[in-house]
Antibody
């Protein structure tokens, strides 16, 4: 059973960066395909990007290209999502989720979410 | 990028059957996945690959997909099924491959 535990809520000013962590237990990070999904207050789910182990590359939604970086520390089984040049529209709950490719991706385990608030 | 369209809300009485649709261009050629999200909680996968259920999901949850519409069916609806439901596909040819529908609020009357 995979468990994903995310870091705590953050408050950032416009223009700053935020880095959210997602600690994996029950499996090692190398066995998983980690993705990130966000949800603005009262809105729907939005996929941001994720690691594709078949290609060995991280795929980013074009909307976030150049502003988001997803990394992994396999020594601690922790995934990270860093979003830069924050604006008020980035206020959202950010989720990490494990992707299963069979043959297209769905997301079977989710973290508890991290609220990022962008406010001056 | 690929667009998925869901009705904003569906209402059903307890014990009845709820059907939540997800529309997309030739969606029948794609695998559709469904998530349940209750207030303040992370989404939970309830149906994957059109009609398969993860372990622990009741048989009351089923899915189908054909033509331009995928459907999540919840039989014998219970009060605890009240939640937001999202469909999702993966569009490998897109620059935004992970796509979610806008979500449907299921209200149990």
């Amino acid at each position: 059973q995979v468990q994903l535990v995310q870091s705590g809520a953050e408050v950032k000013k416009p223009g700053a960066s935020v880095k959210v962590s997602c600690k994996v237990s029950g499996y090692t990070l190398t066995e998983l395909s980690m993705h990130w999904v966000r949800q603005a207050p009262g809105k729907g789910l939005e996929w941001m990007g994720g690691f594709d182990p078949e290609d060995g590359e991280t795929i980013y939604a074009q909307k976030f290209q150049g502003r988001v970086t997803m990394t992994e520390d396999t020594s601690t089984d922790t995934a990270y999502m860093e979003l830069s040049s924050l604006r008020s529209e980035d206020t959202a709950v950010y989720y990490c989720a494990t992707g299963v490719r069979k043959p297209t991706y769905y997301f079977d385990y989710w973290g508890q979410g991290t609220l990022v608030t962008v406010s001056s | 990028s690929y667009v998925l369209t869901q009705p904003p809300s569906v209402s059903v009485a307890p014990g009845q059957t709820a059907r939540i649709t997800c529309g997309g261009n030739n969606i029948g050629s794609k695998s559709v996945h469904w998530y349940q999200q209750k207030p303040g909680q992370a989404p939970v996968l309830v149906v994957y690959d059109d009609s398969d259920r993860p372990s622990g999901i009741p048989e009351r949850f089923s899915g189908s997909n054909s033509g331009n519409t995928a459907t999540l069916t919840i039989s014998r609806v219970e009060a605890g099924d009240e939640a937001d439901y999202y469909c999702q596909v993966w569009d490998s040819s897109s620059d935004h491959p992970g796509v979610f529908g806008g979500g449907t609020k299921l209200t149990v009357l």
